[in-house]
Structure formats: structure tokens, C-alpha cells
């Protein structure tokens, strides 16, 4: 067997995502308009179909961490004499979790996160590139 | 078989609600709607990033009732709550077992069954009863109620809110006893649920899964009185037998084309047998005591139709002797609208028009559709197109949705057809 027969192998095959060198991401989920005047059953809806994408994005291995929710309130140390601040803040700028990706680039990544459910009530999705060590 | 995770959100709002008002007291009820809310929040934000936990119900309870105790323990000084509760939030901690207690499997069926008998205050009309029972144990939202009633979302609103109004005067969820006020209650009970029931069987919403949604309501709050004690009394069981007997031969109303079908045209294979068979059993459990209730007499005339093996086979003689019995328990127009249908069927088309032309107060029929379209059809069959046809016109302007106007429509194309 010669020496480059494993590289020969993989000429003309299209190579499966994983072999890809991929890069990781942040989704900042920004939540738009709040849940709190939906019903109980739309509210149900809106998490299937998160649930269903986030499913997807694993299935798929895009979805390196789930991450979390975030708490509405919190509080905000600012400037050189620290002040201290409280939540909330502006509704529509408000953080309500964070995910990890895993995507080939910046241009997948902001294309995987078109299927998210957020933008069905206004809201948004930062997508960051995490900077390689 | 449904999902048990289908409506889950809907169902356990309810319930979260009725322990939530049982431990804050009925004037605290806003309070319990948003600590409700938060805990669905919760729910939604952790499970659409983690999944739903194993058992989303007690993940459910367990968030309200942390969010509970903190509310106590925050506003037991600025608010009062429930008596039962009040004198134990003098002491730092005693009041989070009798909060345990009001979420415990057993309480929390009692404290539905309670909300439900609030619903029913004779201070409010029966409209506002059964639009208070949809808002607060059905988790529908205004605009859901006034969808499924066809009424404005201004309209839902005021009644929904001048309802809650007055129910804030008690600050206890009504007590389940034998009573004499709590035999007036039930019955209130009954008659809203049978109304529920009633808007989603033969309501106006064209949309059928609407209707279907009120149906499955009003028998998962029918089943929750048969489950208890005291509510399952006679009538109880015979309403909700009538009920299995009706949602047995929902299927087969509207047909793959989406049109209406009556009940002689109507496949009847795609009747749920294992219905039929339930509201038999009920209906044979309820044949106990003194009492003949009207929901007795309408689930024995739904259990003749369902049990014949096609319309021709009906016992009609039966079904006329029932709606004799029922216009005496409850006179209404409909009714003997209804009976003169099967009177009919059996003795026929020209026995039906004088029946139906003996109608007393029938000028109260003049905007229900059914009305004109059974003069329609009892004309056809006495050979009279033109009369028919001018009936079947009279009913395509009053039907009040597509699918009824495509069946007039259709109606109307048959007297044209027939041959002289």
C-alpha cells in the first residue's frame, strides 16, 4: 500500500460536514415582543417549534451546546466608579438566552438561525463568530 | 388516543389557576393569573432550550408553587389572601405545607371542581359563566373565546372582565358540600357545560376543529364532576353520556368534501363505537334515583340514533314519546322543531308539516337556519319544488357559515333536479 492512498480515497467525495473544519458561534437570542400576552396554547405552540428547530440543528451537528435561558432581570456595574444599576432593560434589546453553533462560517451560521422561531414575534438573533485561539 | 402532551399548556393552566385562587383567595385572582403566566414563561424558555422534562406536568406545578411561596412570603403584609391561609403567614414558614397541600394530586382536582362552581355564580348570566369557565379552566384567551363564540374581542373582554368583577367579592373558591346552595350550583354546572358542548356540536364557528376543541372541553369538565363524590350525581353522569353519544357521531357530520351531512346520509361506520358503547354505560349508571333530568331524556333520544343500524331503522315512534317528555321538562321551539322531524320520518312528509305548523311560539325559529331547511325538505319530499325551493332560499341567507351555505346551495340544485 503506498502513501498516499488514503488521501486518494477521499478524491471525488464529497466530504460530510464533520470533516469539515468548523467554526463555532454564538446565537445572542434577542426577544422582541415577550411571550406574556399569548395564551397558554399559542404558548405551547411557540415552544414546540423551538423545540422542533433546536432538534433539527442537533440532528444536523450544528448544535455544539444547548445553552440556557436567561432570567429577565439583572444588574448593570458600569464605568469607572462601578455604578450599580438594575434590570430590566429595553424590551426589544433584551438577551433571553444564548446557544452554541457549530457551522462551516459566518454565512451558514446566520443561514441556520433563519429557521429560528423568534422572528415570528419580532424578535432577532446576533450571530458571533467565537475567536480561534 | 390524544398526545398527552397536546394541550398540555390549556390544560394545566386550569389547574395551576384553581390552586393558585385557593391559596391567594378569589379577590386575589389577577395575582394567580400572572403567577400562571410566569410559570408557562418559565416552562417555555427552559424546555425550548432543554426539552420537556419527563413529567411536564409536575415540572409545571412545582414552578407555580415556589413562585407561590414567594409571592407569600413577599406580600404577606401589603395584601390578605385566603383565610385558611392568612393566620399561618404570621409565622415565617408555616404556610408553604398548607401551599403543598393545595397542589397535592387529590386538592388540585377539588380546587378545579371548586373554580368550576365559582364559575357558575347566579350573579352573572349563563353567557358569561361558560365564557369565564373557557378563560380560567380552559386557559383559552379573549380572543380565543370570541372566536369560538363569534363575537368581538371587545365584547369577550368586557364580559370576561365585569364577570371576574363580581366573583372578587368571595375570597374563597366555593365549598363542595352537600348543600342545598351546592345542588343549585351543580346544576348551574351542568347547564353551562351542556352549553359548551352545544356550541362546539352545532355552533356557527365554520371552523371544525374549533368546535371539536369545545367539545373535548366540555367532556374533560363533565368527567371531572363524575370523578367526584358528590358531583356524580344522576344527571351528571346522563350529560355526560349525552355527551359521548353526540362526539360519537361528530366524524361523520361533515363529510371528506367538507360538507354537511345529515344524519340519514350519514356513514355511520365512522361512528365511534367505543363511544357508543360509553355513554350506553352511562346512561344505564345513571338510571338511578327519582330524578329524570332533560340531559336523561336527550341521551336516551342520541342513544336511539346511535344504536339503529340506519336511519330507516330507528325507532322514531320511541324518539317522538322522548321529545314529548322533554318539551314538558323544557318547552322550546327547537325541540318541537326536532320532533316534528321525527314524526316525520316515521308517520310521513305531510304529518311533519302539520306537526311542524302546530309549533308553538315557531316565529322565535325565524333566524335558526334549520327551520326553513326542514320546511325545504318535507316539501321535496311531498313533491312541491317550487315551495321547497323557496324555503331552502329562505335558509341559504340565514346559514351562518360556508359549509352550511354550500349545503343549502346544494338544496336548492335538488329541487331543480327532481322530476315533477
Given at each position: 500500500m503506498s502513501a498516499g492512498a488514503p488521501l486518494k480515497r477521499l478524491e471525488g467525495v464529497s466530504q460530510p460536514s464533520r470533516e469539515c473544519v468548523m467554526s463555532e458561534f454564538l446565537y445572542v437570542y434577542?426577544?422582541?415582543?415577550?411571550?406574556?400576552?399569548?395564551s397558554a396554547e399559542e404558548m405551547q405552540k411557540i415552544m414546540q417549534k423551538w423545540m422542533t428547530w433546536m432538534q433539527g440543528l442537533a440532528e444536523k451537528g450544528h448544535l455544539k451546546d444547548r445553552g440556557h435561558p436567561l432570567e429577565p432581570e439583572g444588574k448593570l456595574v458600569s464605568g469607572t466608579g462601578k455604578n450599580v444599576t438594575d434590570g430590566p432593560y429595553a424590551e426589544k434589546d433584551l438577551v433571553g438566552g444564548y446557544s452554541l453553533i457549530e457551522a462551516k462560517d459566518l454565512a451558514q451560521a446566520a443561514e441556520l438561525s433563519k429557521g429560528c422561531p423568534i422572528f415570528d414575534r419580532g424578535g432577532a438573533v446576533e450571530v458571533r463568530p467565537i475567536m480561534k485561539m | 388516543v390524544s398526545d398527552p402532551v397536546e394541550h398540555l399548556f390549556r390544560r394545566e393552566s386550569g389547574r395551576i389557576i384553581a390552586a393558585l385562587t385557593r391559596v391567594f383567595g378569589f379577590h386575589n385572582l389577577e395575582l394567580a393569573e400572572d403567577v400562571m403566566q410566569d410559570a408557562l414563561c418559565r416552562a417555555l424558555e427552559v424546555w425550548k432550550h432543554h426539552g420537556m422534562p419527563d413529567n411536564p406536568s409536575a415540572w409545571l406545578m412545582t414552578t407555580a408553587k415556589n413562585q407561590a411561596v414567594d409571592v407569600l412570603r413577599r406580600e404577606r403584609t401589603a395584601r390578605t389572601f385566603a383565610p385558611e391561609i392568612t393566620r399561618l403567614?404570621?409565622?415565617?414558614?408555616?404556610?408553604r405545607p398548607t401551599v403543598e397541600a393545595a397542589f397535592g394530586p387529590h386538592a388540585i382536582q377539588d380546587d378545579e371542581l371548586r373554580m368550576m362552581f365559582s364559575c357558575v355564580d347566579p350573579r352573572l348570566t349563563q353567557e358569561a359563566q361558560v365564557a369565564l369557565i373557557l378563560h380560567i379552566l380552559c386557559g383559552f384567551s379573549v380572543n380565543e373565546i370570541s372566536n369560538a363564540f363569534l363575537c368581538t374581542p371587545a365584547a369577550a373582554e368586557k364580559r370576561i372582565t365585569r364577570a371576574k368583577k363580581v366573583l372578587a367579592s368571595d375570597t374563597k373558591l366555593f365549598e363542595l358540600s352537600g348543600s342545598e346552595d351546592f345542588r343549585a350550583r351543580l346544576s348551574a354546572v351542568h347547564r353551562a357545560l351542556y352549553l359548551l358542548f352545544n356550541e362546539g356540536y352545532h355552533g356557527a364557528n365554520p371552523r371544525t376543529a374549533v368546535r371539536v376543541e369545545l367539545c373535548r372541553e366540555a367532556v374533560r369538565l363533565a368527567k371531572l364532576l363524575r370523578d367526584h363524590r358528590l358531583a356524580a350525581t344522576p344527571p351528571t353522569l346522563a350529560l355526560l353520556a349525552l355527551m359521548c353519544l353526540h362526539a360519537a357521531r361528530m366524524p361523520s357530520r361533515v363529510d371528506e368534501s367538507g360538507s354537511l351531512s345529515l344524519l340519514p346520509d350519514q356513514?355511520?361506520?365512522?361512528?365511534n363505537r367505543e363511544l357508543i358503547e360509553e355513554g350506553q354505560r352511562l346512561l344505564e349508571q345513571s338510571a338511578t334515583g327519582d330524578a329524570v333530568s332533560e340531559f336523561h331524556i336527550e341521551a336516551a333520544i342520541a342513544w336511539c340514533h346511535a344504536s339503529a343500524p340506519t336511519a330507516q331503522a330507528t325507532n322514531w315512534v320511541q324518539i317522538v314519546a322522548l321529545y314529548d317528555t322533554l318539551l314538558r321538562i323544557r318547552p322550546s321551539p327547537v325541540i318541537a322543531l326536532n320532533r316534528a322531524i321525527a314524526i316525520a320520518q316515521h308517520a310521513g312528509p305531510e304529518q311533519g308539516l302539520t306537526a311542524i305548523h302546530a309549533i308553538e311560539g315557531r316565529e322565535r325559529l325565524r333566524t335558526y337556519p334549520f327551520y326553513p331547511m326542514a320546511l325545504g325538505e318535507l316539501e321535496l319530499q311531498c313533491g312541491r319544488r317550487g315551495a321547497a325551493s323557496h324555503h331552502f332560499r329562505t335558509a341559504l341567507q340565514l346559514a351562518r357559515n360556508p359549509t352550511e351555505q354550500r349545503f343549502m346551495q346544494g338544496r336548492i340544485e335538488a329541487c331543480a333536479r327532481q322530476p315533477c
Open positions: 434577542r426577544n422582541g415582543n415577550g411571550v406574556e400576552k399569548a | 403567614l404570621e409565622s415565617e414558614w408555616t404556610f356513514d355511520r361506520s365512522q361512528w
